[in-house]
């Protein structure tokens, strides 16, 4: 069993559609981290949660420690945000990575 | 400001041979770490380093070396390539551990014969 688990591995959606992605793990982690992979291979931090939510734009990240789960929400989703959204909890000297929800929004 | 620069950008290896990844960043980033990512898992931490002088082993170590000589620069040497080394390979740095957002190279895509 994987430590970092997301749920789904694959989505499509309509552009305009509110998107969710989960994310659960099991090991006691100090920070949790959403990261977003280019179709080119590129990959950027989206955000960084130790509790609560954070907005930036469409985006909104939430954690909840003491279910140990966390979700990233896309509103009013637009084809430039087809990717891979993969969270990575922090344990305090290492990262563990969940393997991404490729997301493909269509037109 | 370049970022995290990683080279090459692609390469391909013969069995045994060794090759090292350069990988160097410009913000004066204590934190830097090697990634593997491989089709159907996420990515896996090879090794990493908290500041010049110091590393320390990851998930998937073996078949790998590092050194932290200058806070810029963590190479990656493959000591004797194998098949199973076959991936892509992310570099990245952040100023402080897992509390802070990491900056990611652009990848290195690696294949053994």
């Known amino acids: 069993k994987n430590e970092v688990e997301q749920s789904p591995q694959n989505l499509t959606a309509q552009e305009g559609e509110f998107i969710t992605i989960n994310c659960s793990y099991s090991?006691?982690?100090?920070?949790l981290h959403w990261l977003q992979q280019h179709p080119g291979g590129g990959i950027v931090s989206l955000f960084m949660?130790?509790?609560g939510k954070k907005k930036h734009g469409r985006l909104i990240a939430t954690i909840n420690i003491q279910e140990k789960h966390s979700s990233l929400h896309i509103t009013a989703s637009h084809p430039r945000d087809s990717a891979v959204y993969i969270c990575?909890?922090?344990?305090?000297?290492?990262?563990?990575f969940g393997t991404g929800t490729s997301l493909t929004v269509i037109p | 400001n370049a970022g995290v620069t990683q080279t090459p950008k692609f390469q391909v290896l013969k069995t045994g041979q060794s090759m090292t990844l350069q990988c160097a960043q410009d913000?004066?980033?204590?934190?830097m770490s090697w990634y593997r990512q491989d089709p159907g898992m996420g990515l896996r931490l090879i090794h990493y380093?908290?500041?010049?002088?110091?590393?320390d082993q990851g998930e998937v170590p073996n078949g790998y070396n590092v050194s932290r000589s200058t806070t810029e620069d963590f190479p990656l040497r493959l000591l004797s390539a194998a098949p199973s080394q076959t991936s892509v390979y992310f570099c990245?740095?952040?100023?402080?551990?897992?509390?802070?957002?990491?900056?990611f190279g652009d990848g290195t895509r690696l294949s053994i014969l």
């Open positions: 990245a740095s952040s100023y402080g551990g897992g509390g802070q957002p990491q900056h």
């Open positions: 090991v006691g982690i100090s920070a």
């Open positions: 949660l130790s509790s």
């Open positions: 990575a909890g922090y344990t305090g000297n290492q990262f563990y």
């Open positions: 913000m004066n980033h204590e934190y």
């Open positions: 380093s908290v500041g010049a002088g110091i590393t």
